[in-house]
Antibody, heavy 118, light 108 residues
């Protein structure tokens, strides 16, 4: 079954870091780009960037440059998104989403809720 | 960065009615690389339309997309109860990829 399964909910304090995982199954992991999109409570969708698992190449939205790091482990078909120096406005559901390269997001993970609170 | 503006913010309609959602881009979307997603409460978005007018796999034909350049439309010909949700447009022709703010289709 083709699917993306994300790690569970996280609660972090301001200033800390969070690392969310997204495990792919049912398809050739290295062929597709993986994007990260977040959604604050009651708000719209915000694109954060992508990683290309084949090469490890990345492209981050300017807003998150310097705070976000996307990595991958091809041995377990998993990508990671780490966000540092967390603030309360980073509280959101974080999604991974797959595309074949200049394509829409045909496949999404179930989302990971990250709560930043003191 | 291409800014996408959706209208209206909320659409109040009854089952069986026709829904017309608009997505306007601040500059031309190259290659008509425009997608529409549906999101229901507590769920991830799901792809409805890509390439401005191509239905994704398994999407019923009551959903249709049209447009090019800076003006795009999603039409739901006859609303079914399961169609009441939030809809987002997204451009994927240039980086950064951007989304519209969403249109909520609610039951009147």
């Amino acid at each position: 079954q083709v699917q993306l399964v994300q790690s569970g909910a996280e609660v972090k304090k301001p200033g800390a870091s969070v690392k969310v995982s997204c495990k792919a199954s049912g398809y050739s992991f290295t062929v597709y780009y993986m994007h990260w999109v977040r959604q604050a409570p009651g708000q719209g969708l915000e694109w954060m960037g992508w990683i290309y698992p084949n090469s490890g190449g990345t492209n981050y939205a300017q807003k998150f440059q310097g705070r976000v790091t996307m990595t991958r482990d091809t041995s377990i078909s998993t990508v990671y998104m780490e966000l540092s120096r967390l603030r309360s406005d980073d509280t959101a559901v974080y999604y991974c989403a797959r595309d074949s390269g200049r394509d829409a997001f045909h496949l999404w993970g179930q989302g990971t809720m990250v709560t930043v609170s003191s | 960065e291409i800014v996408l503006t959706q209208s209206p913010d909320t659409l109040s309609l009854s089952p069986g009615e026709r829904a017309t959602l608009s997505c306007r881009a601040s500059q031309s979307v190259s290659g008509s690389y425009l997608a529409w997603y549906q999101q229901k409460p507590g769920q991830a978005p799901s792809l409805l339309i890509n390439g401005a007018s191509s239905r994704a796999t398994g999407i019923p034909d009551r959903f249709s997309g049209s447009g090019s350049g800076t003006d795009f439309t999603l039409t739901i010909s006859r609303l079914e109860p399961e169609d009441f949700a939030v809809y987002y447009c997204q451009q994927y022709g240039s980086s950064p990829r951007t989304f519209g703010q969403g249109t909520k289709v609610e039951i009147k």
